[in-house]
């Protein structure tokens, strides 16, 4: 049998999405557009899960929530969002949604206080990487088709969204090394800055950060740029009592 061609037209821009090179927040954009076609919805929230806490973050909203976004969480199990990311399952509540005794409101949201909500999870490989959060300001039926097409769009564009959430973490990891790699040169030129500082006029090794950092502070520059100039002065300078330069 053929799929509707309600889930043809969806797979079509699914597709064109996944073949696009978007950043995952333009791909969350993206599954909230989708999600805002399916259900002619007033407001839709996704939740992705951040593996490290077990949480559910906000990373994306039709109404803007630019406060709320990554830093607005939920644990597993927690309110409605966090109960249909823990059991996989699709929560609908057609009228009085903050009644249910699953829904835990927040002032942040005012999603939250409109009348129907549909919970989807964001399925990759299986396994749940986040929710799609659909709101209706008025009691509103969720036909079988409506949570068909966005169970629809929670299955395929999970793929996606898991891939793009991995290169978003290496890209991360990579940053944190390479800080640490910057870090760790930073504290080599220190140090060995300061222990020119201590052999050229006597000092203590507090005395010679002392004087490096105050030297920083007054001149506004960092102590890894006037590290570097005390090292090649003193590189200079022991080239020019060298005979045999």
């Given at each position: 049998?053929?799929?509707?061609?309600?889930h043809?037209?969806?797979?079509?821009?699914i597709?064109?999405?996944?073949s696009?090179?978007?950043s995952?927040?333009?791909?969350?954009?993206?599954?909230?557009?989708l999600?805002?076609q399916v259900t002619?919805?007033?407001?839709?929230?996704?939740?992705?899960l951040?593996?490290?806490s077990d949480?559910?973050v906000l990373r994306a909203?039709?109404?803007p929530h630019?406060a709320?976004?990554?830093?607005?969480?939920?644990k597993?199990?927690e309110g409605v969002?966090g109960?249909v990311?823990e059991?996989?399952?699709v929560?609908?509540?057609?009228?009085?949604?903050a009644?249910?005794?699953r829904?835990?409101?927040?002032?942040?949201l005012?999603e939250d206080?409109y009348e129907?909500?549909?919970?989807?999870?964001l399925?990759?490989?299986g396994?749940?990487?986040g929710v799609i959060?659909?709101?209706h300001?008025?009691?509103h039926?969720?036909t079988?088709e409506e949570?068909?097409l966005?169970t629809?769009v929670?299955e395929?564009m999970g793929g996606v969204?898991?891939?793009s959430?991995?290169?978003?973490?290496?890209?991360?990891?990579?940053?944190?090394t390479?800080?640490?790699k910057?870090q760790?040169e930073?504290r080599?030129?220190v140090?060995?800055?300061?222990?020119?500082l201590?052999?050229r006029y006597?000092?203590?090794e507090?005395e010679?950060?002392?004087?490096?950092?105050n030297e920083?502070?007054r001149?506004?520059r960092?102590?890894?740029?006037?590290?570097?100039?005390?090292?090649l002065?003193?590189?200079?300078?022991?080239k020019s009592d060298?005979p045999r330069?």
């Amino acid at each position: 049998m053929e799929p509707p061609s309600s889930h043809v037209a969806l797979l079509h821009r699914i597709s064109s999405i996944v073949s696009s090179e978007l950043s995952l927040d333009e791909m969350l954009g993206e599954i909230v557009g989708l999600t805002a076609q399916v259900t002619e919805c007033d407001a839709c929230l996704v939740y992705l899960l951040e593996a490290d806490s077990d949480e559910v973050v906000l990373r994306a909203s039709q109404v803007p929530h630019a406060a709320a976004l990554g830093n607005l969480r939920m644990k597993m199990g927690e309110g409605v969002t966090g109960w249909v990311a823990e059991h996989k399952s699709v929560v609908a509540l057609s009228s009085k949604a903050a009644a249910d005794a699953r829904f835990k409101r927040f002032p942040a949201l005012i999603e939250d206080t409109y009348e129907a909500f549909l919970s989807v999870p964001l399925v990759s490989g299986g396994d749940v990487i986040g929710v799609i959060n659909v709101h209706h300001r008025q009691a509103h039926r969720h036909t079988s088709e409506e949570i068909a097409l966005l169970t629809f769009v929670g299955e395929q564009m999970g793929g996606v969204i898991s891939k793009s959430l991995l290169t978003e973490a290496n890209a991360r990891l990579l940053e944190e090394t390479q800080e640490m790699k910057r870090q760790l040169e930073t504290r080599k030129l220190v140090e060995r800055g300061k222990g020119i500082l201590q052999q050229r006029y006597g000092l203590s090794e507090e005395e010679a950060y002392l004087r490096l950092r105050n030297e920083s502070r007054r001149l506004r520059r960092p102590m890894k740029d006037l590290a570097e100039a005390i090292i090649l002065a003193e590189d200079l300078s022991r080239k020019s009592d060298d005979p045999r330069v």
